[in-house]
């Protein structure tokens, strides 16, 4: 059966060592034309390179990674950084991302107070669709497991994710990543509650058993989630949308040479980024 890569991206975290330019050129040596676009790799290229490379390319973008973290304990940075996000919706636009992830840090240094900090989150939230729906662009919620919740984001669960959009419309979406949501007992139900058209795209890796770093992610295949179940569920909802390859592999695969993770990635991604009718 001939590959149907043509939903597919990789996500430009998984290639660490590549720069913007190396990572475009370097996937679509291989056959695929959609690239998750970090904001670091973007402003060292530049905005209007990237997007100018992009559409030299055949480029598609996925999603755009990410929004500053918003736990500033200094309301005078707080605002800085919320402007600071703002700007990144509007370069995002620019590059033709259609969504931006929004990560929020952990709770400010000093406090505890989970709850609270999830409420300013909220009031972000509703700030910053303002600019995204003028730039014509949406805010994608990635659930991120609860083990990053005291320093990366408080936004854990699929429902936490659905509440929100069920509030603020459908300027958000949902990034779903099966790393940070497999083991939620939820996962499938929220799956379900958010149908098609809320998720914005979804991201594969593995979970490996041990975990040995927080940024030990495995190959698809290598761990335990049961990934063919997760792309069923999603063909049964009628979801259409991308699907990337993102790994963090400070042990394993940011160590190895980025054509070989790209090629080996195709390889153990491909059973599940086609459509149920070039499977069968």
């Known amino acids: 059966m001939e590959r149907d890569l043509s939903r597919f991206a990789i996500n430009q975290i998984t290639t660490r060592a590549w720069s913007m330019p190396q990572a475009i050129d370097g996937y679509g040596r291989h056959g695929v034309n959609g690239i998750a676009v970090w904001r ?77 900090f999830r409420l300013r989150m909220r009031d972000v939230l509703g700030e910053l669709a303002e600019t995204a729906r003028a730039v014509g662009i949406k805010i994608g919620i990635e659930p991120i497991h609860p083990m990053y919740a005291g320093d990366r984001h408080v936004i854990n669960t699929m429902r936490q994710t659905n509440d929100l959009i069920d509030e603020f419309g459908d300027v958000l979406g949902i990034i779903a990543d ?77 160590q190895r040479d980025p054509d070989e993770t790209v090629r080996i990635g195709i390889e153990r991604c491909a059973p599940f980024v086609a459509t149920r009718e070039a499977v069968r």
């Not at 620019?94 to 840090?105: H, K, L, Q, R, Y």
């Open 40 to 116: 670091d790799k973007m402003y060292d290229y530049g905005v209007r390179q990237t997007a100018r490379h992009l559409k030299d390319a055949g480029m598609w973008i996925p999603c755009f990674c990410a929004t500053a973290w918003m736990n500033q304990t200094d309301d005078a940075l707080f605002r800085n950084t919320l402007e600071e996000n703002r700007q990144v919706l509007h370069d995002a636009a620019e590059i033709g991302a259609p969504n931006v992830v929004f990560v929020t840090g952990g709770p400010p240094s000093g406090t505890k107070d989970i709850e609270g």
């Open 178 to 254: 099966v790393y940070h949501c497999w083991w939620d007992p939820d996962f499938e139900s929220e799956l379900r509650r958010a149908g098609p058209d809320r998720i914005l795209t979804f991201h594969y890796c593995d979970w490996l058993v041990p975990t040995r770093s927080w940024f030990d992610r495995g190959m698809v295949g290598d761990g335990i989630i049961d990934i063919g179940r997760y792309k069923r569920i999603l063909d049964e909802i009628g979801y259409t949308g991308p699907f990337e390859l993102e790994i963090f592999s400070d042990l394993d695969w940011w």
